[in-house]
């Protein structure tokens, strides 16, 4: 009997639960199926976003005849200068689905709707490798007060950037520069960057090939781009090797680059290569593109900071070390003279926003001889300033380097020190014009006074 | 008897906090699908559930490339002109279109980039580019959020939560 009484009232209880339980579920299903009323800000919302996905179809549909028409033709579009990724058409294949074919976006937005759950990996075809195709070209006019020099007009840097993505971690990436030797009027084409890209991890990025020295920020930062760089010039500090420059701006080599902390912004570079040869006749190509001089080799290690809370502001440093083998003339054979030890130092503050630029550097070379103790220190500096108003950007920047008569290799560069001064006036996000003024001070010699300008552009 | 009834006043008390808890639960992205908030969308297959405004600053400018299991990391934006791109970038960035394109200019032709982030035109597409990515990572409003996909709390919030970043 008590049994019995007990199971009726579990059976009550758990009836009681079950009641429970099923009115929850039920009022809470209520609660989500119950419409909300349609309120006047509501309803404003939802029209707005009909009149929205109006507005994108009609884009859509614009995109998909063009896309029709480009088809029939095969076009290939490469990438724009403000960086908008190439459109591939092709007629034999489908388009891919790139971030930049929006007509076949659409497509796939259709697809989706149908194919959702059978789709193909897109992403994959997304990251399908893709060769991007970009040029920087410059012309200008120059003249001086240098005496047995002539005011010209004058072609610049062709630049052929060519980057390609292979895989998730692996890119390519080469800068081909045809431009005229000033000496023998002649043009010539140069591979000044040609990288193959491996990222490990944040950490460790892997770079083979020719690269630009991390010696410094603007070597690292401008390369052969005109239209890249606020002034006409780079600063004498940071001129090509071909050019008369003094630094290693090239190196063939490895080099390996990361961050060591990303709360401080810390990044690192350190790089291991051939290093340039000592500069004999100007006009040389120092850059040991295939043949290094020694066995020796040059290395770099630089560090820099970005700070997340100052994201404009980078503070460096770097060192580089290498040796290098000059070959003087005796009576008229070439022969090694005994090998220079070259150590530079440099350090860099920077802040750069769109609109202001400050840029600051300073670097000392360190030329030892083998057969001496007696050190020659080069020291070098700029100090660059601009800001942008609307599409003027004015500028000014006083550069310094002072090789002493003494030193072993580039005695003949002297004291070169004076102001630039001009303004840079951006036609658009790919073009700009620039007039600049500039006197050169020299040790022991009349100063120059120079303009330039310049048409630089990307394409 | 006496037994019986404790375990069913146990019983009614357990489910009484497991359907505040799901109700609790559901509210979040509830809130998040009738918001304009902007939610930062990862593949469901990602084991991040959290993101600092730093870390997604570092993503944007393209400094950080990869996930914390090395998995490379797929940025993928909305085109110029939408909210989903301009409301991030000027929100986080402090940029316009135009500034946000000439870093990424800039850092094509430094070699530390190898493309700039994918510009798709629809969220549709951005959706199903992260469902199909491991890596993949874009940022959809509440409305167009698709339930196989994972929204991110940002500094510790969620979209639809006071306080939260992308509004």
């Keep these: ?459 | 008897m006496k037994t019986t009834k404790i375990t069913a006043w146990l019983v009614l008390l357990a489910g009484f906090l497991t359907v505040a808890a799901i109700q609790q639960a559901a509210q979040a992205p509830v809130s998040f699908k009738s918001s304009d908030d902007i939610g930062v969308v990862v593949n469901i297959r990602n084991d991040a559930s959290e993101l600092s405004s730093a870390d997604l600053r570092g993503i944007l400018l393209g400094e950080r490339r990869f996930w914390k299991n090395r998995q490379p990391l797929q940025l993928v934006l909305r085109e110029p002109g939408t909210r989903e791109r301009d409301a991030v970038i000027k929100s986080l960035l402090q940029m316009n279109n135009t500034e946000y394109n000439e870093h990424w200019r800039d850092k094509i032709f430094r070699g530390e980039a190898s493309a700039a982030p994918l510009a798709v035109p629809s969220n549709g597409m951005a959706s199903q580019y992260v469902l199909d990515t491991p890596g993949g990572i874009t940022f959809v409003a509440g409305r167009n959020l698709r339930p196989d996909l994972k929204v991110l709390k940002i500094d510790g919030r969620l979209p639809g939560e006071s306080g939260y970043l992308l509004r």
């Design chain 1, 1 to 459: 009997m008590p049994e019995a009484v007990f199971r009726i009232s579990g059976c009550r209880i758990l009836l009681t639960l079950l009641v429970f339980f099923t009115s929850i579920a039920v009022t809470a299903c209520a609660a989500e199926d119950d419409p909300a009323p349609l309120d006047a800000a509501t309803a404003k919302l939802l029209l707005q976003r009909v009149q929205d996905l109006d507005t994108e179809v009609q884009v859509l549909k614009s995109q998909v005849r063009t896309l029709t028409a480009g088809q029939a033709n095969g076009v290939v579009a490469s990438e724009t200068a403000a960086g908008k990724p190439p459109v591939l058409l092709n007629s034999a294949t489908p388009a891919p689905v790139t971030a930049g074919n929006p007509a076949s976006s659409s497509m796939a937005d259709m697809q989706a709707t149908t194919e959702q759950s059978s789709a193909p990996s897109r992403g994959t075809e997304l990251n399908t490798p893709r060769l991007q195709l970009r040029g920087y070209g410059d012309v200008g006019w120059r003249a001086s007060d240098l005496t047995g020099s002539t005011n010209s007009f004058f072609l610049g840097q062709l630049n052929l950037f060519i980057t390609s993505r292979l895989t998730d971690r692996a890119s390519f990436l080469a800068e081909n520069v045809i431009e005229a030797d000033p000496g023998t009027n002649q043009f010539g084409i140069e591979p000044e960057r040609l990288m193959l890209i491996y990222s490990v991890n944040d950490h460790l990025t892997l770079s083979f090939g020719r690269y630009h020295t991390a010696i410094g920020f603007y070597n690292t930062a401008y390369h052969h781009s005109a239209v890249m760089q606020t002034t006409e010039r780079r600063p004498f500090l940071f001129e090509f090797e071909d050019s008369g420059g003094i630094l290693p701006i090239h190196n063939v080599g490895v080099s390996a680059t990361g961050v060591v902390s990303s709360k401080l912004g810390l990044h690192y570079v350190a790089e291991i290569g051939n290093g340039r040869s000592a500069r004999t006749v100007l006009g040389d190509n120092p850059v040991e593109n295939v043949t290094d001089e020694h066995n020796g080799k040059a290395f770099n290690l630089a560090v820099y900071v970005r700070p997340p809370r100052f994201p404009h502001l980078q503070v460096g440093a770097s060192g580089y070390h290498d040796n290098l083998t000059p070959v003087v003339l005796v009576g008229g054979v070439p022969v090694n003279a005994p090998d220079v030890n070259e150590d530079i130092l440099s350090g860099h503050v920077v802040y750069h926003t769109t609109r202001f630029e400050l840029l600051n550097e300073a670097l000392v070379l360190r030329h030892t001889p083998a057969n001496s103790s007696r050190t020659v220190n080069i020291p070098g500096f700029y100090s660059q300033i601009s800001r942008a108003f609307g599409r003027y950007r004015p500028y000014f920047r006083y550069e310094y380097v002072n090789v002493p008569a003494t030193d072993p290799l580039y005695s003949d560069v002297g004291l070169i020190h004076g102001p630039r001064t001009g303004v840079r006036y951006s036609l658009n996000e790919s073009a700009a014009f620039k007039v600049e003024f500039g006197r050169d001070m020299r040790r022991n010699l009349p100063s120059v006074n120079l303009v330039g300008t310049q048409l630089s552009f990307a394409f």
